[in-house]
């Protein structure tokens, strides 16, 4: 479709994701601020611009006064978000309960919860009930807000179950559900209690995505053998009706990165880093503070190469920035509690009176500040046990491009797919073989590190975020017309 002046229509999209790219703190009765939301859903979304584009989603806050709500859905409207008010108890069952204690850790192979962290069937059952109220709920703002011919695309695990609802509500939406998390093998996923009715719902939209061939293919064999299905090379299929199922890699906004790099903040503040660790080498870890990012494995794999180097001692320091994440989660706690208990214990062994090998900050850094401290760095870690991407390894990248630093990825991020050829891939799990990358990548040579970075800033600066959204909508629309013309046949 063209407008008078040649120039495509802007498609229009709705776009759901449990959180909003930006995040309510309350200032007064009716007054709020916004702080834009950490993670890689938001990161990826915010790098997407070609679009007529409205968020749906919970802006990470309680607000059981109808004042608070209005002011609220005010002052959001002019960052283009729509919320969906959720309660504490429905955050505590869906959020806390269903989605991060069970879907989180399911699809990253951690397992389902013992009863330890789960105390009784009955409880699954519930917050299996708070995750499709609260999925309903959603429903219902994306119905009071759509539009004829808006591509509606959900996102992620908190809303596998929205699909069955808005095609419930309306068989002629366009609906597309991609998935930012691994999606694990058919014999993790079938352990789940609700394992059939969650497939059947996220089958009801006309495109499924992925960020990777193998989390693709994993979810059409669960579509197979559990719900005795076919799969076909273009999706799934149920009684004449395809579900197309594909891979779309996410990417970043690397411009914005690169753009703000030349910006008199980051050039302060690469000077301020460079003048802290003269003569030392800046290894760096950028995480939520989650169990699927393997801080622990990474922090006892330098422990290792300390032990091993003592030659580096005084020559290298460890930044471990991890922002809290998902705080009211028992296993959160338990995690920081245990950084925290590994991060002392290494400073005590192997720090002296003037510096201290690692430097493990609890918070959330701003854009600036990130920026420098990916372009200072000569080593960044990337650990993750299980990642559906990892975008932490693309913005290092992209901030690279002078300093040539080496990336170290853990085989069991998405992004091993993309970066493996110019990363040192490692088993996250293998402290020994970490601790060996590490003394690799603070010994290699110029050359090889130029090769390197070369292959991995070609990747990061030409699959964007809006490509990645491009191919995914207008394979929607495809989709789509082709399901169309084929029921007219
Ligand atoms: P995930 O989606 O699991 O959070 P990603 O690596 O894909 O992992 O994305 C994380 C995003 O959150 C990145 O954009 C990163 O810059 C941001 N982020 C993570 N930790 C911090 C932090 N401590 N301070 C600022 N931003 C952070
Ligand atoms: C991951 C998930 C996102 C989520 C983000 C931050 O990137 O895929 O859906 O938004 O983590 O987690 P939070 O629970 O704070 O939204």
Request: net charge negative.
């Amino acid at each position: 479709v063209e407008r008078q002046d040649g120039r495509p229509f802007r498609q229009r999209l709705l776009v759901v994701a449990n959180r909003l790219p930006v995040s309510a703190v309350r200032r007064g009765e009716d007054s709020w601020s916004l702080e834009i939301s950490a993670g890689g859903l938001v990161t990826a979304l915010l790098g997407v611009k070609e679009f007529e584009a409205k968020w749906i989603g919970w802006a990470g806050v309680n607000v059981p006064d109808e004042i608070g709500q209005r002011a609220l859905t005010k002052a959001l409207a002019e960052k283009r978000c729509i919320p969906v008010f959720l309660d504490e108890e429905i955050v505590h069952q869906y959020y806390n309960g269903y989605c991060n204690n069970i879907l989180w850790p399911l699809f990253h192979y951690l397992g389902l919860p013992q009863e330890d962290r789960l105390a009784t069937t009955r409880s699954f059952q519930s917050q299996f009930a708070a995750y499709k109220k609260a999925n309903q709920m959603f429903a219902d703002v994306v119905n009071k807000h759509y539009v004829e011919g808006d591509v509606v695309w959900c996102h992620d695990y908190h809303l596998m179950f929205l699909p069955k609802c808005l095609k419930e509500y309306n068989s002629n939406m366009k609906v597309g559900w991609f998935l930012h998390t691994p999606f694990p093998s058919s014999e993790i996923h079938r352990t789940l209690p609700s394992r059939s009715e969650l497939l059947r719902s996220v089958l009801a939209a006309d495109l499924v995505g992925f960020h990777t061939y193998d989390y693709a293919r994993h979810f059409v064999s669960a579509c197979t053998r559990i719900l005795g299905l076919e799969g076909t090379p273009e999706g799934v299929e149920d009684q004449g009706r395809l579900t197309r199922v594909a891979a779309f890699p996410i990417g970043i906004d690397a411009d914005r990165f690169i753009r703000a790099l030349e910006t008199h903040p980051v050039q302060e503040h690469i000077k301020e880093l460079k003048e802290r660790f003269a003569g030392r080498k800046v290894m760096l870890g950028v995480d939520r503070l989650d169990m699927i990012k393997g801080i622990p494995q990474k922090i006892l794999a330098f422990e290792k190469f300390l032990e091993e180097n003592p030659d580096w001692h005084d020559k290298v320091v460890l930044l471990q920035i991890a922002v809290p994440t998902r705080t009211d989660v028992p296993e959160y706690q338990k995690l920081t509690s245990q950084v925290h208990e590994i991060v002392g214990r290494i400073n005590g062994r192997f720090g002296t009176l003037t510096a201290v090998p690692i430097h493990h900050l609890d918070r959330s850094l701003d854009f600036y500040k990130l920026c420098a401290l990916y372009a200072v760095t000569d080593v960044a870690l990337v650990t993750s046990l299980r990642d559906g991407m990892n975008l932490v390894s693309y913005e290092f990248v992209a901030c690279q491009d002078a300093k040539k630093g080496v990336l170290i990825l853990s085989e069991f991020a998405g992004a091993a797919q993309s970066l493996g050829a110019g990363a040192i891939l490692v088993n996250p799990w293998n402290i020994i073989e970490v601790a060996a990358s590490i003394a690799q990548a603070l010994n290699m040579q110029p050359d090889e590190r130029e090769k390197r970075h070369r292959h991995n800033f070609l990747h990061v600066t030409t699959h964007t975020a809006q490509e990645w959204a491009e191919t995914f909508v207008s394979e929607l629309n495809d989709t789509v017309v082709e399901a169309q013309l084929r029921t007219r046949q």
